[in-house]
């Protein structure tokens, strides 16, 4: 079973919608999650990041962790086309490491 | 700042051959790793460094690979000798407090990606 499991996806939405994402983990003692995304032919960029229980807010995007069922979650408001990517989802592993899931290709039509 | 810089870019070579790719890091940042990126096994940490000096390895897939980070501002990957099933773009990261912490950001380099024949 890998460490940090997604969806590959592609998840198509339309133009406007809302558009989610989601992760499982492993490792009840991970402390740190993060949500990048990543462009075709991109390297990785840091969207967000949450420590605690419950919801985080950014713009148009909300992180969602809920440790007790070791689930994270990125929703998208209203998206737009340039939000098409892959997006991936991160945790902290012991010491100073991130494990990443496979990544979620998301398709935001017109 | 001028971020993570990669070098080379591309590149291609034939099975056998020895690779090395370079990577400076953000100045100040005290970690700096390497990932490997496949369609099939996503993005895996091969080994990182704290301060310059290897932490863990771990992930390095065998004895062909290895690391060297020999000043805080330059690290090589070395593939020697080179097989098709290395094929896959490889990304530098660094970090100023290491990825577990309260501001465990990572900034990636824009990857070399390497094809051998």
């Not at chain 2, 099975?15 to 090395?20: D, K, L, N, W």
């Not at chain 2, 501002?73 to 990261?93: G, H, M, N």
């Amino acid at each position: 079973q890998k460490e940090v499991e997604q969806n590959s996806g592609p998840l198509s939405v339309p133009e406007g919608a809302i558009a989610s994402l989601n992760c499982t983990y492993s490792d009840r003692g991970s402390q740190s999650f993060f949500w990048y995304r990543q462009y075709s032919g991109k390297s990785p960029e840091l969207i967000m990041f949450i420590y605690s229980n419950g919801d985080k807010e950014d713009g148009r995007f909300t992180a969602q962790l809920n440790k007790a069922s070791q689930y994270v979650s990125l929703l998208i408001r209203d998206s737009q086309p340039s939000d098409s990517a892959t997006y991936l989802c991160a945790v902290n592993a012991p010491g100073n490491m991130l494990t990443f899931g496979g990544g979620t290709r998301l398709m935001v039509k017109p | 700042d001028a971020g993570v810089i990669q070098s080379p870019r591309h590149e291609v070579t034939e099975m056998g051959q020895e690779v090395t790719l370079r990577c400076k890091p953000i100045s100040g940042h005290d970690y700096l790793f390497w990932y490997r990126q496949t369609m099939m096994r996503g993005l895996e940490l091969l080994i990182y460094f704290n301060n310059n000096v290897p932490i863990d390895d771990s992930g390095m897939p065998e004895d062909r690979f290895s690391a060297k980070m020999p000043n805080a501002s330059f690290s090589t990957l070395k593939i020697q000798p080179s097989e098709p099933r290395d094929s896959a773009v490889y990304f530098c990261a660094s970090s100023p407090h290491g990825a577990g912490s309260n501001t465990g950001e990572l900034f990636f380099g824009e990857g070399s990606r390497l094809t051998v024949l």
